[in-house]
C-alpha cells in the first residue's frame, strides 16, 4: 500500500500524508486523526525515518565502547546490533582507545543526536554521567552509579577459582596483571586478593596496564622479574602478550609458567596453549543493557530493575600446569 492511497481514501494530498508522519504539528488534529486511521486501516507503514520522526525519535542508537579493536568489546557491539536491528534501531559505535576525554567527547555528541546511549565500562567522571543521563536515556555496563541503570559481569567469584585452579596444581607465587582503573579491574583484583590470603598465597600485583596485546608483552618482560610460577592477567590479549613473551624468553607455558586470562575471547582458543581464563559474558552483558536502554526509550522506566549482575566462570584450557621449581627455571635464566 502507498502513500497515494491513503491520501486518496482519506481525501487529502500525499504532502499532507507526508507530513502527518514527519512533522505532525503543521496538520490540523481532525485532519491528522482521518489519516492515521486510514494508514492503519490499509496497513501502510511510513518510511522508518518519517515514522522516528513523528514519535520524536531517531531510530538510532548510540554506544561507547573503550577500544573497538579489542576482543571483548568487539563481541559486545556485535551482540548489541543484533538486538538493536531486531528492534528497528540504527547502532552508531564509537571507540575512546581507553581516554575519558575522548570517551566524553563521543558520548556527549552522541546524545545530542540518539535516542539513547549504551556505554561499555565507561572511564568518565560521575557527574558527567549524571550530566549524559539528563540529556537521553543511559544504560552502562560495568559501571556502578546510584540513577542509572547498569549490567554488571562479576567476575570476582571466577577469579577466585582461577586462583584456586592454581593452588591445586602446586602453585604458591602468583602476579597478577592489573588493567584499565575501573569496575571490572576492581572486581577482578578483589577475587584475586581474597582467594590469595584465603589460601596462603604470596600475592603481588604489576601494572596497571591497557587492555591491549602489546601491554602483555611488556607486562611479560616484569612476570620475568619475578618469582611467581603463575599468572592472573586482567584480560586474553594481556594474557597472549605475556605468552608471546615468555616463549620468546625460552620460558614455557605452562611447564614453566601457567597462565591465566579473563573474557575468553577468540584469542583464547587461537592462541597455543590454548588460554586457561575466566569467561565473561560479553553478548549477554551487550543484550541485557541494550534491553534495559528500550525500554527507557519507549517509556517503560518501570521495568528496569537494576544493576543486573552477570557470573563469570573458569574454562580451563592448557595454559595452566603443574608449578616447578620457580617455574622450573634458574634466576639467571629469568633474567
Not at 565507561?122 to 541503570?149: E, H, K, Y
Not at 608483552?217 to 597472549?240: K, P
Request: aromatic share 4%.
Amino acid at each position: 500500500m502507498s502513500i497515494r492511497d491513503v491520501a486518496a481514501q482519506a481525501g487529502v494530498s500525499p504532502a499532507t500524508v507526508s507530513r502527518v508522519f514527519t512533522r505532525p504539528d503543521t496538520v490540523a488534529a481532525d485532519t491528522r486523526r482521518r489519516v492515521i486511521a486510514v494508514a492503519d486501516e490499509l496497513n501502510y507503514t511510513p518510511h522508518p525515518v518519517a515514522r522516528s520522526l513523528a514519535q520524536g525519535r531517531t531510530g538510532t542508537i548510540g554506544i561507547v565502547v573503550p577500544d573497538i579493536a579489542n576482543s571483548f568489546s568487539a563481541v559486545t557491539i556485535k551482540a548489541v546490533q543484533k538486538e538493536a536491528r531486531r528492534d528497528g534501531f540504527t547502532l552508531f559505535v564509537a571507540g575512546s582507545d581507553e581516554f575519558a576525554l575522548d570517551e566524553e567527547r563521543w558520548a556527549r555528541a552522541m546524545a545530542a543526536q540518539v535516542d539513547g546511549l549504551l556505554l561499555v565500562s565507561p572511564q568518565m567522571s560521575d557527574d558527567t554521567l549524571l550530566a549524559l543521563a539528563g540529556m537521553t536515556p543511559v544504560v552502562m555496563t560495568n559501571r556502578l552509579l546510584d540513577g542509572i541503570p547498569a549490567v554488571l559481569t562479576d567476575a570476582y567469584e571466577a577469579t577466585g577459582h582461577a586462583v584456586e585452579h592454581l593452588y591445586a596444581l602446586g602453585h604458591r607465587e602468583l602476579v597478577y596483571l592489573a588493567g584499565p582503573d575501573g569496575y571490572s579491574n576492581e572486581v577482578r583484583l578483589r577475587g584475586f586478593r581474597d582467594a590469595c590470603g584465603r589460601l596462603g598465597i604470596a600475592a603481588s600485583e604489576l601494572g596497571p596496564f591497557s587492555a591491549r596485546f602489546s601491554a602483555g608483552l611488556r607486562a611479560g618482560d616484569l612476570v620475568l622479574a619475578t618469582s611467581a610460577t603463575g599468572v592472573v592477567a586482567y584480560n586474553d590479549e594481556v594474557a597472549v602478550g605475556v605468552i608471546n613473551r615468555l616463549a620468546d624468553r625460552g620460558i614455557r607455558v605452562p611447564q614453566d609458567v601457567s597462565v591465566v586470562g579473563h573474557d575468553d575471547t577468540q584469542l583464547a582458543e587461537m592462541v597455543m596453549p590454548r588460554l586457561t581464563t575466566v569467561r565473561i559474558p560479553a553478548a549477554a552483558a551487550g543484550a541485557a543493557a541494550l534491553g534495559m536502554l528500550l525500554d527507557m526509550v519507549a517509556g517503560r522506566d518501570g521495568a528496569v530493575h537494576g544493576p543486573l549482575r552477570l557470573p563469570g566462570e573458569l574454562v580451563v584450557r592448557a595454559s595452566t600446569g603443574p608449578a616447578g621449581p620457580v617455574g622450573g627455571k634458574d634466576e639467571d635464566d629469568r633474567s
